[in-house]
């Protein structure tokens, strides 16, 4: 039906808003255009909404003395995308709520040899019982731990969480009592995947799937992930002993939209693992974290990935950038400790 209520005739209505808590406002309809979309008195509106209101999202509502269907429909639009802006730059403003937690961290590196799934697997037991023994809660390998690079998808990539490698650890961390964060090649299917799993109290808690792959024409060392893995779906929220987290893996960091998803998460804690030659300077992996405004762990292999010698370099930073702890870069074991507040 055709709204014939001439335009002049709504200018001066009032919009009548009700929000979930409770109260409700009144507000003046200042123009319209010929799309028929309305705008109120936005300033006033903006002044007036507060802090709780803005939590709401999308507020609740209801509108008076409105002469039609299409003016009512009008009217809801833009109520509804003020409220969605004002919570936007209320979340936006606010970094993510500190939980007066410490955890112990141990961001592991150590030489994983390409394609020996079981020689790997024994390392890493050997180097999270170490961990664990040094008191460190959450233990994090880097992308690729358990076979890192290969050709030979269909024979070395796993199912998650039912295959042999995951289960293994799954009962690794149960009986230390700890976290555990590690990478493998995921079959799922007829898919595969660069993943990263966490495990922990006797199961897998979460696995981020590596979604902007790297691609390398030369195929350097089976590098070319463009030709062997499916992406997969960007950043998720998880939690790990009531602490928000997020994952992202590698070649994920170039891209701002990752960042910036992880960012509208506001996680308190992201996990960044690595499998390549060499770390950037610190301020470059600096801005990421500070981007997301949150505390982020980074790992990175050592020894020679096929033909690409790695050289390390896990580094803890703070939610400003900071380097709040660090490990060599000359491609020596290690297991950096921290006491990471969060």
């Not at 590196?109 to 999270?128: C, G, I, S, T």
């Not at 790992?299 to 380097?323: A, L």
Request: with cysteine; aromatic share 8%.
């Amino acid at each position: 039906m055709r709204d014939s209520d001439p335009k002049q005739n709504r200018i001066g209505r009032i919009i009548k808003i009700e929000y979930v808590h409770g109260s409700s406002k009144e507000y003046q309809i200042r123009s319209l255009s010929a799309s028929r979309r309305c705008r109120i008195q936005s300033d006033r509106f903006l002044d007036e909404l507060q802090p709780d209101d803005a939590q709401v999202m999308i507020i609740q509502y209801a509108v008076t003395e409105i002469g039609s269907p299409a003016m009512k429909s009008a009217l809801t639009t833009a109520i509804c995308l003020i409220s969605c802006v004002m919570f936007w730059a209320q979340a936006v403003a606010q970094p993510a709520t500190k939980s007066d937690t410490t955890v112990r961290v141990a961001l592991i590196q150590f030489d994983a040899v390409p394609e020996q799934v079981e020689h790997n697997l024994k390392q890493m037991e050997r180097l999270a019982r170490d961990a664990a023994a040094r008191g460190a809660r959450w233990i994090m390998f880097h992308e690729g731990s358990l076979c890192d690079y290969t050709g030979k998808l269909d024979t070395l990539a796993e199912a998650v969480p039912d295959g042999p490698s995951t289960q293994s650890l799954i009962k690794l961390s149960a009986e230390l009592n700890v976290l555990i964060s590690f990478g493998l090649s995921e079959q799922d299917g007829p898919r595969f995947y660069i993943t990263q799993v966490f495990v922990k109290d006797g199961r897998m808690i979460h696995r981020y799937r590596k979604t902007w792959l790297h691609l390398s024409k030369n195929d350097e060392g089976f590098r070319n992930e463009w030709a062997r893995y499916d992406p997969g779906t960007g950043p998720e929220l998880f939690e790990i002993d009531g602490i928000r987290a997020s994952c992202f893996i590698c070649a994920d960091g170039n891209s701002f939209r990752c960042r910036e998803r992880i960012r509208e998460l506001r996680p308190q804690i992201v996990f960044y693992p690595n499998n390549r030659r060499a770390l950037p300077d610190f301020p470059a992996f600096g801005e990421y974290a500070q981007q997301m405004a949150a505390p982020m762990l980074v790992t990175n292999r050592i020894g020679t990935s096929w033909v690409t010698p790695c050289s390390g370099g896990c580094v803890v930073f703070g939610p400003d950038g900071t380097v709040l702890a660090k490990a060599n870069r000359d491609g020596q074991e290690e297991i950096l400790i921290y006491d990471l507040n969060l």
